[in-house]
């Protein structure tokens, strides 16, 4: 058989990336709230584009060696000693 076949994706995709949407909407979210001076379109363009920024963060992250990390440690903590209730 064929090896797997990617879906073709529409032009509009190709052209814009969905990053590249969302930050075009925060920045116009953000300068129609400061160009008007309301507060709400402010504050939804700064959520946009710190998130944004946090999106890229964790993309840019080394997920298989993180993962490869927490296989090593152990499941759970060792158990302790009961202590004794106080008198």
């Known amino acids: 058989m064929n090896a797997a076949v990617k879906p073709a994706r529409p032009l509009s995709a190709r052209i814009i990336s969905m990053e590249g949407a969302?930050?075009?909407?925060?920045?116009?979210s953000l300068?129609?709230?400061?160009?008007?001076?309301?507060?709400?379109?402010?504050?939804?363009?700064?959520t946009i584009l710190v998130g944004l920024v946090?999106?890229?963060?964790?993309?840019?992250r080394d997920w298989q060696q993180h993962w490869q990390r927490l296989d090593k440690q152990p499941s759970s903590p060792p158990p302790r000693d009961p202590e004794p209730p106080p008198a």
């Open 54 to 60: 946090v999106l890229a963060a964790v993309r840019r």
């Open 31 to 46: 300068g129609s709230g400061l160009w008007q001076g309301e507060l709400i379109p402010i504050f939804w363009g700064v």
């Open 22 to 28: 969302i930050a075009a909407f925060g920045l116009y």
